[in-house]
């Protein structure tokens, strides 16, 4: 158990609809990322929040969207859903006593199946 | 954009005996991380490796980090079937703490 925790850890929808993918990190971890896993794409860093602010993007769609709230846990919100985003969701933290180390921790992850 | 190979994607080996998996990258870093991830399941950290020369090893694994060759290694001595499961590295840039991954190796130990 990485301590970072995610919900829900299934969900189905359909297409053209939105979800919201929850994630709270490690206690004290001021960075939260968000990894997309498919098939296809493999792993994909999607964005990184640092103390609330956002810090870096990666390939993540226009249709998708985070935010780290005050408690430090962080959204993910998916909107006008397509087939082809149904992946696995990984969110991980890291220490931030050591920013150069950048061990990242990782949750058990939200699978989103859509249909 | 970073990118990052690995080698071989699958890997199936007998027990007892050794084998080294592949993992370069394309542009400058000296940060570069192993994770072992079972059907599933998330990912589990098995090395930090922070600069060149680095070399760390956890009972059966050994991983080194040549920064010079852009290169790492994840070596397997005398496997045993616990350790099947999906090998992944990932590089964080020196302009940023993001991970690239590497596309992953599935190792399976036959007995």
């Known amino acids: 158990d990485s301590g970072v925790t995610q919900t829900p850890k299934h969900l189905i929808t359909a297409t053209g609809q939105r979800v919201t993918l929850r994630c709270s990190p490690r206690s004290g971890d001021l960075s939260v990322y968000w990894y997309q896993q498919s098939l296809d794409q493999g792993l994909q860093f999607l964005i990184q929040y640092y103390n609330g602010e956002e810090r870096a993007k990666g390939n993540i769609l226009e249709r998708f969207s985070a935010q780290q709230f005050p408690d430090l846990h962080s959204e993910l919100n998916l909107s006008s859903l397509e087939l082809g985003d149904s992946a696995l969701y990984f969110c991980a933290s890291s220490p931030s006593r050591d920013p150069r180390t950048n061990e990242q921790f990782f949750g058990p992850g939200t699978r989103l199946t859509v249909l | 954009e970073l990118k990052v190979e690995q080698n071989p994607l699958f890997l199936s080996m007998q027990e007892g005996k050794n084998y080294t998996i592949y993992c370069n990258y394309s542009t400058t870093s000296d940060r570069l991380y192993w994770y072992r991830q079972d059907p599933g399941k998330s990912l589990e950290s098995l090395f930090v490796?922070?600069?060149?020369?680095a070399v760390k090893q956890e009972g059966r694994l050994m991983a080194s980090l040549d920064t010079k060759a852009r290169l790492s290694t994840l070596h397997i001595t005398a496997a045993v079937h616990d350790l099947s499961a999906t090998y992944f590295c990932a590089v964080a840039p020196n302009t940023g703490n993001q991970f690239y991954f590497g596309t992953g190796t599935s190792l399976t130990v036959i007995p």
């Open positions: 490796l922070l600069s060149n020369g």
